[in-house]
């Protein structure tokens, strides 16, 4: 069973007393040619004090591509991953930072150790966070993944929204896997409503068909069939 809960392209794993959040891809907006948003840094940073406020996590895991340019941090997104840290520390939150494949620069920029992955200790499982472009190494154990990288939404009523995907263990590996959505407004999602499962970027991702999509709603979550059971409704 999942124990969970939703909110604003996050969610707050209530055993391990963790929010994980992925892919803030920090500096898009202003690496972008096309109209974005303007106060990125602002933006990502009240969104994220209200997910604080809402949960009161003993931690905050970043998911992997807290940066968007793979070459470089500007100052600003220097100063943007330093409010953010600073927020969860003044929320009694430990902030933890997970490498993606768009952080190759992020040690110089993130105050603190950059890890490839993060173990959480829930009450009867542990639960390791990565970004989810790599497989984990054979010697790693888990008994749940929660990563990102794949930005996944699903088309309800003519409108692309944002959602997680929760796999159960499938072909012989019990370990289940929860796919976030991108934490950021500005960076694309891929509509993986028709997506087989080779055309997932994660490896983790084993069988497209099993997974369960949560569409993000307010203070609630809403939880549909199977994508191999959903693509019939759409």
Known sequence: MLQAAFRDRAVYLRDADALVLADLH??????????APLGEADELADRLGALLDRFSPSTAVFAGDLLHEFDRASARAERALGSLAEACRDAGATPVAVRGN?????????????HDAHALAGQDRRIVVRHGHESPPPSERADLYVVGHDHPTIPIEGQRRPCALYQPGVDGDGTPVLVLPA????????????????????????????????????????????????????
């Not at 409503?193 to 084993?206: A, C, H, I, K, Q």
């Open 102 to 114: 768009h952080d190759t620069v992020l040690d110089s920029a993130w105050d603190g150790r950059v």
């Open 183 to 234: 934490f950021s407004r500005v960076a694309a999602g891929v509509d993986v409503s028709g997506m087989r499962t080779d055309e997932f970027l994660s490896p983790l991702v084993r069988d497209a068909d099993a997974l369960r999509p949560i569409v993000f709603d307010g203070d609630d979550s809403l939880s549909f069939p199977p994508l191999g059971e959903f693509r019939a409704m759409l």
């Open 26 to 35: 920090v500096g898009r907006a202003e690496a972008s040619d096309v109209d």
